[in-house]
């Protein structure tokens, strides 16, 4: 028999009647808080983490009240697996704990990572096998599973090592929705592809195809990615300010080129919400993937954008949470823990820095204040309690800050 998750909520009558609990019911929800998610803690993905280590995790993220989290992949490792049996396990030991599970299922281009790629073809047996294992999932974890991500910033240009055309994303997309009409899947799983604005319309005109307006009209929803981290290098007008005015200080300054991230963030959306609506006016929008990393060297760090650190990752957390809250949208923020094994050969680049909890088990600067009330009290991660960066010291964080700078020595990786 296939379990749904029940929820009792009073009528008009005020006697309580039971609610099915969906995509559609939690996407939007500020009860819901989202958060992306992969419990990798070692430098390479080979060493997945056992399902006791993800039920560390879970504890944490519940702790903070997070319900929903998204994975990126159902095959190439055990880990969405063991992300979905850690959270059944935990319901079957308290039946309060809620985790819901936005699930991922990475597709690439035919000769991905390779010098032969094509990018107008998919991978048809590692997609196709990303996609059974996605179902499978969905039908053994119909409580948990609510909605089904078909790729990961699959379209957009410059993933040139990787990208598809929205044409492979779209047969997929349609493929699953068939699926819910035969009644082989829950009509109540939502189906969508997480992707860059870009990707889907709201940037350069080269991405509005017939391709994209078919896909847009075959997801639940579109799950669509902003990252003005990446754009204070990529694209710094935004950014860059005349730092040069020495009556204010680095944490005004701070303070200022966040609310400037805030903004560029929201008009990323905005962009992205004209195109999406002039072809399906009702479709839903939530953000699939924003974050800010803490730690750089080359072009987030001191000699380039002077974007990393914890003092503005918390400033964009809270930003970010309360718009997206109080416009109704789901923000999948990432991310919840560093992840060393996205940079491997450099300890200090962005990509491995950008959880709100470090691999020493640390809470960062935006989460001190859970620390501080106890939220944490009894959890371990690696045998770990969580405790804060910096010792708890402030001032010491605050020494930590990057101003912006109008012409930062921007230097590429090599």
């Known amino acids: 028999m296939i379990s749904i998750t029940i929820a009792c909520s009073p009528n008009k009558e005020g006697k309580q009647v039971e609610e099915i609990i969906t995509a559609e019911h939690i996407l939007g929800n500020r009860n819901f808080t989202a958060i992306s998610f992969g419990g990798f803690r070692e430098e390479t993905r080979a060493i997945c983490p056992s399902v006791e280590d993800l039920k560390e995790d879970m504890k944490i993220l519940g702790a903070i009240d997070i319900k929903i989290i998204r994975t990126y992949s159902t095959q190439l490792f055990p880990h969405a ?63 948990i599973v609510k909605i089904i991500a078909v790729g990961n910033e699959s379209m957009v240009h410059w993933a040139e090592t990787y990208s598809v055309s929205a044409k492979v994303v779209l047969n997929y997309v349609e493929q699953l929705q068939e699926l ?28 509005h195809t017939d391709d994209l307006t078919k896909l847009i009209q075959a997801v639940d929803y579109v799950s669509m990615h902003t990252y003005p981290f990446h754009d204070t290098h990529y ?95 789901s923000c999948f923020f990432f991310e919840a823990f560093d992840e060393p094994w996205k940079d491997s050969f450099d300890a200090k680049a962005s990509e491995n820095h950008f959880g709100l909890i470090n691999i020493k088990s640390e809470a960062k600067y935006v989460l001190w204040n859970a620390v501080d009330s106890g939220k944490f009290k009894g959890l371990l991660r690696n045998g770990n309690t969580i405790t804060k960066t910096y010792g708890g010291n402030e001032e010491e964080m605050l020494r930590s800050i990057l101003a912006p700078s109008k012409k930062p020595k921007l230097k590429n990786k090599p």
Request: with cysteine.
């Open 81 to 143: 697996e063991r992300v979905l049996k850690a959270i059944h396990e935990l319901k079957e030991q308290d039946s309060t704990f809620e985790m819901y599970v936005m699930l991922g299922a990475w597709i690439e281009c035919e000769g991905a990572f390779t010098s032969t790629r094509n990018h107008a073809k998919g991978n048809v047996k590692g997609n196709n096998a990303e996609i059974k294992r996605a179902i499978e999932l969905a039908k053994e974890y119909p409580d």
């Open 180 to 207: 819910k009409k035969a009644g082989k899947l829950d009509s109540n799983l939502w189906v969508t592809s997480s992707d860059n604005f870009a990707s889907w319309g709201g940037a350069s005109t080269d991405y």
């Open 235 to 329: 694209t710094p007008k935004f950014w860059q300010i005349d730092s040069t005015d020495l009556t204010k200080g680095r944490i005004q300054l701070a303070e200022e080129g966040m609310l400037r991230a805030k903004e560029y963030a929201i008009s990323q959306y905005k962009s992205t919400k004209k195109h999406i609506h002039s072809i399906a006016p009702n479709k839903p929008i939530h953000i699939g993937e924003t974050g800010w990393a803490t730690s750089a060297y080359t072009n987030y760090g001191v000699e380039g954008s002077r974007a990393a650190d914890e003092f503005k990752q918390k400033l964009y957390y809270d930003y970010m949470r309360d718009w997206s809250s109080e416009n109704e949208l």
